[in-house]
T-cell receptor, first 111, second 114 residues
Framework: ELKVEQNPLFLSMQEGKNYTIYCNYS?????LYWYRQDPGKSLESLFV?????AVKQEGRLMASLDTKARLSTLHITAAVHDLSATYFC???????????FGAGTILRVKS | NAGVTQTPKFRVLKTGQSMTLLCAQD?????MYWYRQDPGMGLRLIHY???????AKGEVPDGYNVSRLKKQNFLLGLESAAPSQTSVYFC?????????????FGEGSRLTVL
């Protein structure tokens, strides 16, 4: 059974600092998604990583995928307050019919 | 461009009552999903459907039933609500390629069971 673990689960950081969120998963998968959720809102797709070594960047966020290590990272560069949200990774499971989500990382960027 | 629409958005039930959550999508997606979100637990899959007339169990299906009679609609039913079913429910849909494609989520339905 596929398990997806994120860490840290809570991250409080100062504006301008860099940090990385980690997403580990337990069984083979070659596709991983990152989503953002603002409080009380729905989930918004950030990145789709489709192969080993894939790297995607959007503004201050960069995501990468290492399928051999079963690890994805979401790197935050020079954080700003607007990045405060909950970030989820999700991994394809069971013959590709569904996504299994991590518990989410609550990010708070302080001024 | 409505996307994925969930109704109702809020509901309060008493233990033992029944209700149905409706999810409608206008993107002609094959795949549809129902997730529940609880603090610290991420999203957990309740049931899903890979096409009209088909449904399958997810991680936490007990106490819920679903139906996909029309391609654009996916209904989630609670026959006898329990306090443990207090949660925020999200519906999502996607294309099947690559399977599954990017998920598009509804706004969520907040259910409280007293």
């Amino acid at each position: 059974e596929l398990k997806v673990e994120q860490n840290p689960l809570f991250l409080s950081m100062q504006e301008g600092k860099n940090y990385t969120i980690y997403c580990n998963y337990s069984t083979t998968s070659d596709r991983l998604y990152w989503y953002r959720q603002d409080p009380g809102k729905s989930l918004e797709s950030l990145f789709v990583l489709l192969s080993n070594g894939a790297v995607k960047q959007e503004g201050r966020l960069m995501a990468s995928l290492d399928t051999k290590a079963r690890l994805s990272t979401l790197h935050i560069t020079a954080a700003v307050h607007d990045l405060s949200a909950t970030y989820f990774c999700a991994v394809v499971a069971e013959y590709g019919n569904k996504l299994v989500f991590g518990a989410g990382t609550i990010l708070r960027v302080k001024s | 461009n409505a996307g994925v629409t969930q109704t109702p958005k809020f509901r309060v039930l008493k233990t033992g009552q029944s209700m149905t959550l409706l999810c409608a999508q206008d993107m002609n997606h094959e795949y549809m999903y129902w997730y529940r979100q609880d603090p610290g637990m991420g999203l957990r899959l309740i049931h899903y459907s890979v096409g009209e007339g088909t449904t399958a169990k997810g991680e936490v299906p007990d106490g819920y039933n679903v139906s996909r009679l029309k391609k654009q609609n996916f209904l989630l039913g609670l026959e006898s609500a329990a306090p443990s079913q207090t949660s925020v429910y999200f519906c999502a849909s996607s294309y099947p390629r690559p399977p599954p494609g990017e998920l598009f989520f509804g706004e969520g339905s907040r259910l409280t069971v007293l």
